[in-house]
């Protein structure tokens, strides 16, 4: 089946920081979406991406839909301690298919 | 404030228990899904519901039972459960577009449930 390949399991920053985060897969999906899970709460999405080739920004936060079709990267600009979090990464092949979800990245935001 | 409601945000039960997990949207969205969640592991699909219609099952175990009384409810019923089924079960929802699944979903907090 599909996979979405998401790594570092974990990653550290200093608050003020940008950092980068980067979803792979061997297939191509037609959909890239980011979801933000906190502690104790469900997912709550980011940022959704429908175009090969899309720069979407949302806030500090800014994602693209890879020209392959088979990666997306999501950035955010001057992290804060609130960024903490696990995001994850998830596509959707075509009509109808269920979303296939990255294993997730957990953020660390040091002040 | 999620827009997805979910009930109880917590369960105990024994494996000899029936409980229900209830979920409730009002943003007109006529899709639904429920998912399971392990610590520090992305949300498996377990069920999917489309115009109240079952469209999806995961190959879930029948200790789960599904039920969408109408477009604005779900419910998840459990019996005899086992203690790996401990977990947080989320609830989503999603638009339709001409038959089409968005993946714009809308979660709720999850029920944290822990079997004993």
């Known amino acids: 089946g599909q996979q979405l390949n998401q790594s570092p399991q974990s990653m550290f920053i200093q608050e003020g920081e940008d950092v980068s985060m980067n979803c792979t897969s061997s297939?191509?999906?037609?959909?890239w979406l980011w979801y933000k899970q906190d502690p104790g709460e469900g997912p709550v999405l980011l940022i959704a991406?429908?175009?090969?080739?899309e720069l979407t920004s949302n806030g500090r936060l800014t994602a693209q839909f890879g020209i392959t079709r088979k990666d997306s990267f999501l950035n955010i600009s001057a992290s804060i301690p609130s960024d903490v979090g696990i995001y994850f990464c998830?596509?959707?092949?075509?009509?109808?298919?269920?979303?296939?979800f990255g294993k997730g990245i957990t953020l660390s935001v040091r002040p | 404030d999620t827009e997805v409601t979910q009930t109880p945000k917590h369960l105990v039960m024994g494996m000899t228990n029936k409980k229900s997990l209830k979920c409730e949207q009002h943003?007109?969205?006529?899709?639904m899904y429920w998912y399971k969640q392990k610590a520090k592991k992305p949300p498996e699909l377990m069920f999917v519901?489309?115009?109240?219609?079952?469209?999806i099952n995961e190959s879930v175990p029948s200790r789960f039972s599904p039920e969408c009384p109408n477009s604005s409810l779900l419910n998840l019923h459990l019996h005899a459960l086992q203690p790996e089924d401990s977990a947080l079960y989320l609830c989503?929802?999603?638009?339709?577009?001409?038959?089409?699944?968005?993946?714009?979903?809308?979660f709720g907090e999850g029920s944290r449930l822990t079997v004993l």
């Open positions: 998830a596509g959707q092949t075509g009509a109808n298919s269920k979303l296939t």
């Open positions: 297939s191509i999906f037609n959909t």
């Open positions: 989503a929802s999603s638009r339709q577009l001409a038959g089409v699944l968005i993946g714009e979903l809308f």
């Open positions: 991406l429908y175009k090969a080739g």
């Open positions: 519901y489309s115009y109240e219609k079952l469209s």
């Open positions: 943003m007109g969205h006529r899709a």
